[in-house]
DNA sequence: TTGACTAGAACGAACGTTCATTCTATTCTC
DNA sequence: GAGAATAGAATGAACGTTCGTTCTAGTCAA
């Protein structure tokens, strides 16, 4: 009988973005090694069977949710890059993007920037050769030949531009911080930019 | 009879600092999870019932390396502090120690860096809470005081400092790099004294 | 009726840990 | 100084558990 389930969605796609979504939760509270399929059975009400066909296992969950990830924050660079001119204003946006993703998404924060994906998914590149990661380098290379940028490796700069705002998001996400995140922003963009600016 | 051992040395040091040396490469190289108890045994020529013995199971390996890391990082920087009297020639010598630590024993850094210890350590606190991180926030405080760098947040200021070149190791860790990592010492150095400067 | 989907019991391999035993070097006794 | 006694160290087979995966039976919509 149907009874058990009257009042719970049982559509494919709703049962793949419960599987994701408690997926994501447990991957980052606990880590992916220490999360079962059965865990992430249990705690999205789903069959392992029904995770299985799914995602082929659970590095097909852990794979699906990174390139899910990857996708969206490439089309959230691409609208920054559509909507600002400059490479000034450009990067200014993407500190915003980064530190406001982290308030609203922090799990997908730190699944992105804080998790060990070779780790779990072998044949995967390292995140910073990943295609928002060069989007920004290629920003940073192209504000230095407008001249808004010091003249130097793009590695180095891009490194030193992001570099603070990404520790300061990890420091948040390792509950550490004293104040709350936002407050943060405006001097560590400050500082970043004043690293590579042409003054 | 001794035989089948009597060129290699069983002292109890000996025995605890082959596994430790091994557990660290295994770790670093497949990570914590991906390593077992009877690799690291394997690997360090040692019986996984010494391993017992001398740390009381994986995570005590672990746990120790960890330590032993932490309290020779706050060697090496308290040398610092003790022979350099500025905040700019203190933090430049620390931007060096790290650069050239990740050259000479890469897999110490990454183990510090880039582990994340949370997941087999689960009572130690976040990386950035450890000793050696505090005293880097401590300096930079004082060089705020003594007008060397810009009045803001500490916590930012530590940050942006230092996250060029955390980045950059990192990278250099994950083999993205196109230069040997020294080269890009005193660029990174550059941006981020610059950062945090006061003119 | 078919084919996509779900369910959860069952499976086998791998893991961390334990333990009874053996080895080795040092200390004690006479 | 020879031999017994002791304690720390080393061994690896065995154990119980957990895990990722598979499998078979069943459900439901079209």
């Not at 997908?108 to 044949?123: C, G, N, Q, V």
Request: glycine share 6%.
């Amino acid at each position: 009988m149907t009874h058990a389930n009257r009042d719970t969605q049982r559509t494919p796609a709703h049962t793949r973005s419960q599987v994701l979504a408690h997926a994501l939760n447990l991957f980052t509270g606990r880590g992916y090694f220490n999360t079962s399929v059965h865990d992430i059975a249990h705690a999205s009400k789903v069959s392992v069977g029904s995770i299985y066909h799914h995602f082929k296992g659970k590095e097909g969950v852990a794979r699906t949710l990174y390139e899910e990830l990857l996708v969206q924050m490439t089309e959230e660079i691409t609208y920054i890059m559509r909507n600002h001119a400059t490479a000034r204003s450009r990067c200014r946006a993407i500190t915003e993007l980064l530190f406001s993703m982290t308030i609203e998404t922090p799990e997908t924060m730190e699944f992105m920037l804080y998790a060990k994906h070779r780790e779990f998914l072998p044949d995967e590149l390292p995140i910073c050769s990943s295609k928002p990661f060069l989007m920004m380098n290629e920003l940073v290379a192209q504000g230095m030949e407008a001249g808004e940028i010091l003249p130097m490796d793009p590695t180095v700069a891009t490194a030193c531009l992001f570099g603070g705002s990404i520790r300061l998001i990890t420091g948040y996400l390792d509950g550490v911080l004293e104040q709350p995140l936002p407050e943060y922003l405006e001097e560590t963009w400050s500082c970043g930019w004043r690293a590579v600016a042409v003054v």
